[in-house]
Structures are given as C-alpha cells and as structure tokens.
C-alpha cells in the first residue's frame, strides 16, 4: 500500500473566506470584551442590578443630557448597571410650570420615555418642594401672598396636571419633599405658612386622585436625626390616619465620612417601617469633602465661599480616603442588605463623579468623589465590593411591614 493512502490529507491553505470569517469572530469577541468592561463590570460579574434582583431595586438620579444622549456613556451606564431613574431637575415645578397654566412637557416626556424604552422604574421627582417652586404659585396680581384657597386649587392643578399625563406610566411619586426640619419642626415654607400643615395630606389626596395605582412617597434628608425621624414617623401616622395612600418614606441618603451615625440611621430606618410602610434609601451619594463645621444634610439655601483648603483633591483622591470611603459605602450597603425585606429602591444621587451635585455644593466648583462610577466613566472598586456583599447576604426575618417588591 501507498503510504500515503492512510496518512491524513494535506491541510488547505485557508482561503480568503476563511480568513475573513476568523477576523470577524476576534472582532466581535474583542467588541463584547470592552463593551462588558466599560459598561462597569468584569466580564464574569453580574452588573448591579443583577446582584441585587430579588432584593431592592436599584437606581440612579439622571440628567436630561443623559436622557438626550449628550451624556451618552453615562446614560449606558445607567441601562446596563440601573433598573431604576428619577430625574434629577426636570420634573421640579419651576421647570414643569413655570408660569400659571403654561407647562412644559418636553423635557419630562423624553425622560419617563428613556425608562420605558430601557424598562426602569421611573419615579416622579417632586411635586411640593419649597426650593425650585416659581414665585407666581405664591402670589397674586399685586405681589401678595395668595390666599389659603387660591394656593390649594394652585396645588391640586399643579399635582393633577402632572400625575394625571403620566398615569400608570411613573409608578411613584415623591408627592411632598423636605418639609420637616433638622430639628423636628415644620419648616416655614409658603406651603405652611399659607395652608398650614394640611398641605401634606392635601397633596397626597390629590396625586393620589390623579393615579390611583401609583405609589406615593415622602421624602426627606437627615432623617437619621431622633427628633426628625419622631416627626416622620407622625406625620406617615396623620397621613394613614385620613385613610390617605402613602407607601413609603424616602431616606435621602446624602451621606458624609462622619454623619450620619450607622446606628442612627438604622434606628430611623426601623422606625420608619414599624409605621407601616416602605423604606426607600433615596438620593444616596458620600461626599469625601471637608464640610464647613457642623454642617451636614442637603439644605440647598446653603452655600459657602470656595476656600481651597476646602477642595484639597483636585488632582485625584489619595488612595487611603479612597479605603475609607469605601469602607463606609460597605457598611451602609451590608445595612440595606440586612434590611432588604423594609427596603423597597436604593437610588444613588447621580452616575458619575463629574456630574453630581456634591461638586457644587454646599460649595460650588469643587472635585469630589460621591458615586459609583468615576469621571472616566468606569465603575470604581466599590462596585465590586457592593455586587460582592449580595453574594453573602440574607435578610433579617420578614416582618408585617415588609416591603419585598
Ligand atoms: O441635584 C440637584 C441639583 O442639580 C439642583 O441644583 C438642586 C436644586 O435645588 O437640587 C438637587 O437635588 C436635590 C433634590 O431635588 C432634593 N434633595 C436634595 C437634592 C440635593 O440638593
């Protein structure tokens, strides 16, 4: 026999074809590589919504750029890592109305548009604030305080107005913002010092007639503090106490290296669910700037002259506040884990460093470091450290107030 007639063919030389289909299969591999790694995790890792399904959603504030398409690389961040938004301005009263009777839908409609197409939760951010509310809503033709009956009616077609083009579309609203102070008192805004403290059930009443199925929040920030929290607590009781629906008080979570206290902010959290409704942790960002003394919370009255000693990263952050802010961010997330059958969203302040509202306040032009994702548009290693944390946790047992979604 022919030696040659048991041994293996000769290989072809590849053709043209073959050599093309292999440079195309290296593309599209590379192509998934970097698209997995710069939309924030590696490629083994789940993303953070993924970490955290089952337990809380999981959101970010975002920016009408963002929902534009101008903060494109941001806004994939949001799609790929978030299955939550909230607008950070464009719903406020100043922008939807800024004067009597004339709304501005455009910018609203594009954002509650973006959740639907990425499929998020989308929450209406805010319909009673005492900032960013336009001077008319107070006002009469001569430049006085209206009256009690003319402010309500303002309110209720304000809250109509909004609630009712988004019906069943925003599936909660934060219906009253910050209307407590620091110290458990009623802040002195037009809404109370007008109505009275019936403005916040009013409220409720009306976004709660606009959409019935829709939830229904109250927002606040340094919640942590005992007497803020005592007042919360009574205003959910007065609110349920005139059958009125509200299903969850928002924590905003502006938090700093020193305040609040973890145990503090537990005990407000408990708190708020022994009252009968959800706890959402809203707003949540963690500024590693020095605060101008004895200062902390979210009052936007507030602003300070820029001092450079107050902006000492400008040129990057030292790697052991780097350790020490995440540390912090690992405490807090290991409490939301731990009270995840109370907790219903956790939603950061904002995607990336370069865009959040720490930078500019309670000083503006300043370089801070409050979120997730870095100015490069890269998740930082706390990311991973939080995706981490899901993989060990398991809640507290459930309680008759638990708030599973
Ligand atoms: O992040 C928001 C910032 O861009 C606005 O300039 C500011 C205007 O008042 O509001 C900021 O968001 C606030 C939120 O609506 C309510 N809680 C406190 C937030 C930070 O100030």
Not at 133 to 151: C, H, I, M, Q, Y
Request: hydrophobic share 40%.
């Amino acid at each position: 026999m022919h030696p040659s007639a048991t041994a293996h063919p000769p290989t072809p030389a590849p053709t043209p074809a073959l050599v093309m289909m292999k440079l195309i299969k290296k593309l599209v591999l590379t192509i998934v590589c970097c698209l997995l790694l710069s939309a924030g995790t590696k490629p083994n890792e789940p993303t953070l919504k993924e970490a955290f399904a089952g337990k809380f959603l999981i959101g970010a504030a975002i920016t009408i750029s963002q929902v534009l398409g101008v903060d494109a690389s941001a806004a994939e961040i949001v799609k790929k890592q978030f299955n939550a938004i909230v607008p950070e301005n464009c719903m406020k009263s100043i922008y939807l109305q800024p004067k009597e009777g004339v709304f501005h839908f455009d910018e609203a409609d594009k954002f509650v548009a973006f959740g639907e197409i990425n499929n998020l939760w989308i929450t209406g951010h805010c319909l009673i604030w005492h900032s960013q509310t336009p001077a008319w809503f107070f006002r009469d033709k001569n430049g006085n305080d209206v009256s009690r009956e003319v402010l309500i009616e303002r309110m209720r077609n304000h809250i109509k107005t909004v609630v009712s083009r988004y019906k069943g579309r925003i599936k909660g609203w934060d219906v009253v913002n910050e209307a407590i102070t620091d110290d458990g008192s009623w802040r002195q805004s037009k809404f109370y010092k007008i109505i009275g403290e019936d403005f916040i059930p009013l409220a409720f009443q009306f976004a709660h007639e606009a959409d019935p199925d829709a939830e229904l929040y109250y927002n606040d920030y340094s919640t942590a503090i005992a007497a803020k929290c005592k007042s919360i607590v009574n205003l959910v009781k007065a609110i349920r106490g005139k059958n009125l629906r509200i299903d969850a008080v928002g924590m905003q979570g502006h938090l700093s290296m020193d305040f609040p206290a973890i145990a503090d902010f537990e005990r407000s959290l408990l708190a708020f669910s022994a009252s009968g409704v959800k706890v959402m942790i809203t707003e949540l960002d963690l500024t590693v700037l020095p605060l101008p003394q004895h200062f902390a919370g979210a009052d936007v009255s507030a602003k300070f002259d820029f001092k450079n000693k107050l902006n000492p990263y400008s040129n990057g952050l030292p790697k052991d506040i780097e350790l020490k802010q995440q540390k912090r961010y690992v405490a807090f997330f290991k409490l939301f884990l731990k009270h995840q059958d109370k907790i219903s969203r956790v939603t950061l302040w904002g995607v990336t460093d370069n865009n959040s509202w720490r930078n500019n306040w309670p000083i503006s032009g300043r370089t801070d470091y409050a979120l997730l994702f870095d100015r490069n548009f890269q998740p930082k290693p706390i990311v991973n450290k939080i995706i981490q944390l899901t993989k060990q946790s398991s809640a507290s047992p459930p309680t008759m107030h638990g708030a599973q979604r």
